[in-house]
Structure formats: C-alpha cells, structure tokens
C-alpha cells in the first residue's frame, strides 16, 4: 500500500519556523530581534555608513566634500529610522546580485542618496559612503551596537526585573524557619529567605559585572594601518578620526587590531553572561528541589494539564524548562567565547558564521528567565511542612548546645570537657524529641542564664542571624 506523499512543510507560507525561539517561544524572545536578527544587523550596517559619511563631512576630513546641512543629516539619519520590512527585502535582492553583505548595503545607501532632494549635497557625497573601509570595519562596528542595544535594552532589564523578584520574595520569607540540609541531611536551620537572599546576591554581582563590560570597536582598514586612509588623504590625522568616530558611537576605541577587531570584549561579555545563567541554573534547581520537597507549592492554572494520565499532577515546568534553556545558552555562549578570540593571521572567516549565533545564545537565556520569573509567581509555602521538619529533628540542637559548652569551659566551668564527643554520641544516627535534648542539657550543670537560654531554644529559633543578613541585599 502506497502512503499519500506528504504535504512539504519547507514551502508552507509563511514560513515555518526551523528553531523554538523563533516558533514556540517567539513572545518571550522577540524583543531581541530588533537587535540580534540579520534584518538588525543590517540596519546597524546601514547606521554605521551613515554616521561614517556624516562624520567626514561635518569634520571636513576629505578635502573637497561638500558640507552637509541640518536637513541633509537629518535625511541621512532617517534612512536608519524607516529601515523596515521593504528594506530589507530590497538589501537581500541587491546582495543577491553582489553575492556581498556589505557591499549590499553600500549600494543600497547610494541608492538613497541619489534619490535626495534636487540641490542636496548628498547627491555629490556617493563616494564618502564606505570611504577607506574594509567589511570588518562596518560588522564589527555593528556588531558592538547590536549587542550593547540587546543586553542594555532586553536582556539586562528583564534579568534585572528577575533579580529584584527574588529579591523581594527573600525579603517577604526572611523570618520563615527552614531546616537546611547539608549533603541532603538535615543540619543547622536556616531562613527560606536567607536562602533566596544568597541566589540574588549572587546574580546581582554578574549583573554588576555585566553592566562594566565594554563594548570595543575598530575602524583602521583591511589589516589594521590606515593603509587606504593614508594614500587617500595624507594630511589628516586618521587614528584620532577613528577613535572620535568610534566614541561618538558610544564604543570604547581598540586602537591595536588585525583586519577585524579582535572579539575579546565579546568573549568577557559572554562569559559573564554565561555565569549568570550558571547560577540562575542553581535557583532553578534548587526552586525544583523545594518544590519536590513540598516546602513550596505551586498554584494551579485553571485549565492546565500537569500530566497526560495522572490528574493530581502540578509539573514544576517552569523552572525544567530554564534549566534546558539556561544549558544551550551557555554552551553557545561558552562556543563564542572560545572561538571568537582566535582569527588566523590578519583574517579568518570564522567569526561570520559564529557571530551570527549570538542571538540564540541570548534568547535562550531570555526565554529561561522569563520561565523562572513566572514560575515564581505561582509559588507558596508550606509553612506547617517547615514547621513539622523542624520538630522532627532536635538533634540539629547539637551543635549550638556543644558551642556552648565549650564557652563555658573557656569560662571555667567545670565538667565541660568533650562536649563535641558527647554531643556526637547523643545524636549521631538518632532522632531526638524536645524532651529528650531538653533533659540532656539539664544534667550538664551548666551555669543558670546558659543552661536557661539553651532550655528555650528549639529547631524553629535557631536561625542565628539569617533573618537579618536579607538587609545586605539593600546594600
């Protein structure tokens, strides 16, 4: 029996997304395409040329170049602000004949000027578009836009958002007593929001770090020496007109470089983006393992479906789906960081393809974090679980009460001596009640006020300062 043929999938209209993060997950990363698609990356092109042409005008760098008015910049600047669908379209039909990115766009900016209005000078300033640049001048000047426009713009305020969440959700449970476990077994008492208050503490610190990182661009010609800006015009002094233009973009000005600029700035972005997914990946598990341990509850979705076949079930999904999401943006982030700071001799190719990659590295992590901030909200706590785990393990009362008894014997107190020794023979292996630790510390003959303060001290008050240290995430 012969199957029907197959509806083919690739010639549906409009096209069917090939990954999630433009299909699936779209909502929750498209943001980042107005910074990190082709279609922004060639709107960047076309940003940078613009600027490029205006900035040796208005400084007069090129002798003979007409000056530009208020009108002619403001007419130039507007080609970057309508760049859109029809742009686009036009660009890639233009490349289709350069078989050239770059020289698409050249082409596509003296098509603009050409058609500016009878009498503007920019229709004599054709020439000054690309002017002593080679491809790499352009891209990594674009490249440096797009990315600080998409960790400035998207990534860092929703990440940001996320920290303050946990933040504030540590500062809500700092007094709610926890039984910690260390190695999976019970131990010392914490806060659940002294817990939460280490994680945003510690994602706070990447943050910090990200926002200090630079983003470095280069415009010097196709290896680096002014070769072409020097022959051209001789008398002009090329590195402070390349270190004033890349500033005006707003980049910090990498005077020493091959043909391309070097990518090291990218490989220190990277990977502190990476860290801070490492440890978002941390609060994903261990949400995961509170969760899974009943200290929080999640919320039912009305409508929702945890399983398949078992109806009782409230998957924590979110906080799974972050976990994958955080592990394929690190490992591409991980993948840009290594390869990017290597480029054979004065150029390689590499880094076209790699670069391209820098979206999805983002997105995913975009998409992780806005999983674990709606996972969050879907939160409560079992406060009578918390309380229950407590009581049922005493023993934790070893230590504090062996801690006092060696300030005793420092004290002079007699029959203070082994008080780790006893504690572990007391405790180790068993499980106490109240009254048993309470009848042990009443024959230690400790000294009145200590004996007092260790008789009225249970599981639930023995959380030291955690409360108090939520206030360092307000410092």
Known sequence: MTSPARVRLAD?????????????????????????????????????????????AQNEVVPGAPTLTDDDVAHLRDVVATFGPDEVAELAAIEKITVH??????????????????????????ELVHFACTSEDINNLSYALMVRGAVRDVWAPAATALVDQVAELARSLRDQPMLALTHGQPATPTTLGKE?????????????????DEYLGKLNGATGTYGAHVVAVPGADWTAVSKAFVEHLGLTWNPLTTQIESHDWQAELYADVARFNR??????????????????????????????????????IR?????????LSSALL?????????????????????????????????????????????????????????DENWEVLGEPVQSAMRAASVAGVTGMENPYERLKELTRGRRLTAADMREFIGGLGLPDEV????????????????????DHLDR
């Open 12 to 56: 549906v209209t409009p096209p069917i997304a090939l990954g999630p993060l433009d299909g699936r997950y779209r909502g929750a990363v498209a943001p980042l395409v107005d910074h990190l698609s082709e279609a922004a990356l060639n709107r960047e092109r076309v940003h940078v040329e613009v600027e490029w042409l205006i900035h040796l």
């Open 101 to 126: 990115d770059v020289k698409a766009v050249e082409y596509f900016l003296k098509s603009r000027l050409a058609a500016a209005p009878e009498g503007s000078a920019l229709r004599d300033v054709g």
């Open 196 to 212: 939460l208050a280490v994680l945003a503490h510690r994602l706070r610190r990447q943050l910090t770090r990200i926002a200090g």
């Open 279 to 316: 440890v978002l990946h941390n609060l994903a598990t261990d949400v995961w393992t509170y969760i899974s341990r009943g200290v929080f509850i999640q919320i039912p979705v009305a409508g929702a479906t945890g399983s398949s076949t078992m109806p009782h079930k409230v998957n924590p």
């Open 319 to 327: 906080f799974e789906n972050a976990e994958a999401n955080l592990e």
């Open 334 to 390: 991980d993948t840009l960081a290594s390869t990017l700071v290597t480029s054979r001799l004065q150029r390689d190719l590499t880094d076209s393809t790699t670069q391209r990659n820098i979206g999805p590295a983002f997105g995913h992590s975009l998409l992780a974090i806005d999983n674990v901030a709606r996972g969050l909200r879907a939160l409560s706590v079992d406060e009578a679980l918390l309380a229950r785990e407590l």
């Open 451 to 470: 004996a007092a303060r260790l008789a009225t001290l249970t599981p639930a008050s023995y959380t030291g300062l955690a409360s108090t240290l939520v």
